[in-house]
């Protein structure tokens, strides 16, 4: 059984900090993994996708992956009241498997 | 403008009867997905199709049928055999890359 993990929070931040969120994955064959982001009684947006190990960032948005510890990470810079959000963790095994496995999601609140 | 629709926004069904969730994109995706979320839990996978006229069951299939007879649509039916269907259903689509995007998601709910 393939398993995505997330500390389902709350994370509470206060603005303007730096806001880290994790995930663990217990399939090594894992190949892509994704970040989303689900404001309440909407559906998810992707923000981050990451393939290989490193960071990648994007504006205030960085994925950082380590396969070899099978764990992903979301780090938000400046948080911001609008960056209150469920954020969904999601891994895809590539070799001809296109589904996705969702984690159940942490929930992030920005204090002003 | 490129994107997913779903429709209805919110859907009411009574015991019984069986009702289909519409879901279309002009992305030029060739796959499409289904999913179900319930409050507080992460989404399960209930069919996926990655070309015309083929899809496969996901996690949750049972008491659910879907069709995929164009590339634009996938539309889901939730039959009288789902015995729990109040929840959010989410249709997404996506590429070669497996970069997944969602619609704007079905409520529905059991009266």
């Known amino acids: 059984q393939k398993e995505v993990e997330q500390n389902s929070g709350p994370l509470s931040v206060p603005e303007g900090a730096i806001a880290s969120l994790n995930c663990t994955y217990s399939?090594?064959?894992?190949?892509?993994f994704f970040w989303y982001r689900q404001y309440s009684g909407k559906s998810p947006e992707l923000i981050m996708s990451i393939y290989s190990n490193g960071d990648k960032e994007d504006g205030r948005f960085t994925a950082q992956l380590n396969k070899a510890s099978q764990y992903v990470s979301l780090l938000i810079r400046d948080s911001q009241p609008s960056d209150s959000a469920t954020y969904l963790c999601a891994v895809n095994s590539y070799f001809g498997n296109e589904k996705l496995t969702f984690g159940t999601g942490t929930r992030l609140t920005i204090i002003p | 403008d490129g994107g997913i629709t779903q429709s209805p926004k919110y859907l009411f069904r009574k015991e019984g009867q069986n009702v289909t969730l519409s879901c279309e994109q002009n992305l030029n995706h060739d796959a499409m997905y289904w999913y179900r979320q319930d409050p507080g839990q992460g989404l399960r996978l209930i069919y996926y199709s990655q070309i015309v006229n083929d899809f496969q069951k996901g996690d949750i299939a049972e008491g659910y049928s879907v069709s995929r007879e164009k590339k634009e649509s996938f539309p889901l039916t939730v039959t009288s055999a789902q015995k729990n269907p109040t929840a959010f259903y989410l249709c997404?689509?996506?590429?070669?890359?497996?970069?997944?995007?969602f619609g704007p998601g079905t409520r529905l709910t059991v009266l």
């Open positions: 997404a689509s996506s590429h070669w890359d497996n970069e997944q995007f």
């Open positions: 399939d090594r064959g894992s190949q892509s």
